[in-house]
């Protein structure tokens, strides 16, 4: 596999707290990677360390490039999209305003405004309205629109089913599967893994800050061990 993101021996630190003790992953282009395990396990730090939002060291190289040395908007400017947990939408701002905000700056997207109003219809409803009086399953839609619609070729979703109905569930997933369809790889982090099965090309489970299993979604699903050590199922 050609690897669009290459990680060797991660590490990150929160302060003097060591989080990621040596987490190594290659996503290639296209595809969807699920990274599970349990709340504590180092998930969400992994994201925000290679989005150099965290301190980190290791090999951390995204289309052949180092990004060690780059700061976190140099890093989505390269083509690596991040959608938080948090959502981190603008909220005084209106639905339009947040997406115009996130679109490319480099050449054009895969994604338009136009196309993600058809992925997320109530984006068009709602497009005057502000962001901060949205249900927080329309602010998980704005948000994954507006870092669409930057240009990503590989996009980071945090927990993005979390709160959802099952139907706002259903179209994110629909969502996820539109980014891989062009060619947009995806580093899905679920701690129930919700979305992933049916999704997913591959599940790794994180677990105390490293990789405790990483194959296909049946594989997993074979493994009684993991599933009950490492996601608290099962």
Same mark, same amino acid.
């Given at each position: 596999?050609?690897?669009?993101?290459?990680?060797?021996?991660?590490?990150?630190?929160?302060?003097?707290?060591?989080?990621?003790?040596?987490?190594?992953?290659?996503?290639?282009?296209?595809?969807?990677?699920?990274?599970?395990?349990?709340?504590?396990?180092?998930?969400?730090?992994?994201?925000?360390?290679?989005?150099?939002?965290?301190?980190?060291?290791?090999?951390?190289?995204?289309?052949?490039?180092?990004?060690?040395?780059?700061?976190?908007?140099?890093?989505?400017?390269?083509?690596?999209?991040?959608?938080?947990?948090?959502?981190?939408?603008?909220?005084?701002?209106?639905?339009?305003?947040?997406?115009?905000?996130?679109?490319?700056?480099?050449?054009?997207?895969?994604?338009?405004?136009?196309?993600?109003?058809t992925l997320?219809?109530?984006?068009?409803?709602?497009?005057?309205?502000?962001?901060?009086?949205?249900?927080?399953?329309?602010?998980?839609?704005?948000?994954?629109?507006?870092?669409?619609?930057?240009?990503?070729?590989?996009? /980071? +979703?945090? #927990?993005? %089913?979390? &709160?959802?109905?099952? *139907?706002?569930?259903?179209? !994110?997933?629909?969502? $996820?599967?539109?980014?891989?369809?062009?060619?947009?790889?995806?580093?899905?982090?679920?701690?129930?893994?919700?979305?992933?099965?049916?999704l997913a090309?591959?599940?790794?489970?994180?677990?105390?800050?490293? /990789? +405790?299993? #990483?194959? %296909?979604? &049946?594989?997993l699903a *074979?493994?009684?061990?993991? !599933?009950?050590?490492? $996601?608290?199922?099962?």
């Open positions: 596999m050609n690897a669009l993101l290459e990680v060797g021996n991660l590490r990150a630190w929160y302060g003097a707290s060591q989080v990621l003790h040596g987490v190594d992953l290659c996503i290639g282009a296209g595809e969807i990677v699920a990274l599970a395990g349990r709340n504590g396990s180092g998930r969400s730090t992994f994201a925000k360390a290679l989005m150099s939002m965290v301190e980190a060291e290791g090999v951390r190289r995204f289309a052949g490039m180092d990004l060690a040395p780059l700061r976190t908007f140099e890093i989505a400017r390269l083509g690596l999209g991040y959608v938080a947990e948090q959502r981190d939408v603008f909220p005084t701002l209106t639905v339009d305003e947040n997406l115009s905000l996130g679109l490319a700056k480099r050449g054009a997207s895969r994604f338009t405004i136009d196309d993600a109003r997320f219809p109530i984006l068009l409803e709602r497009r005057g309205a502000r962001a901060g009086v949205l249900s927080g399953g329309e602010q998980q839609m704005l948000a994954l629109a507006r870092a669409l619609v930057g240009g990503p070729n590989l996009l /980071i +979703v945090d #927990e993005p %089913a979390e &709160g959802l109905s099952a *139907q706002m569930a259903a179209r !994110v997933g629909a969502c $996820l599967r539109a980014c891989a369809a062009r060619g947009i790889a995806v580093l899905l982090i679920e701690q129930r893994l919700e979305l992933a099965p049916g090309d591959r599940v790794a489970v994180m677990g105390h800050g490293r /990789i +405790v299993f #990483e194959g %296909a979604p &049946g594989a *074979q493994r009684e061990d993991i !599933v009950r050590d490492w $996601l608290g199922v099962g």
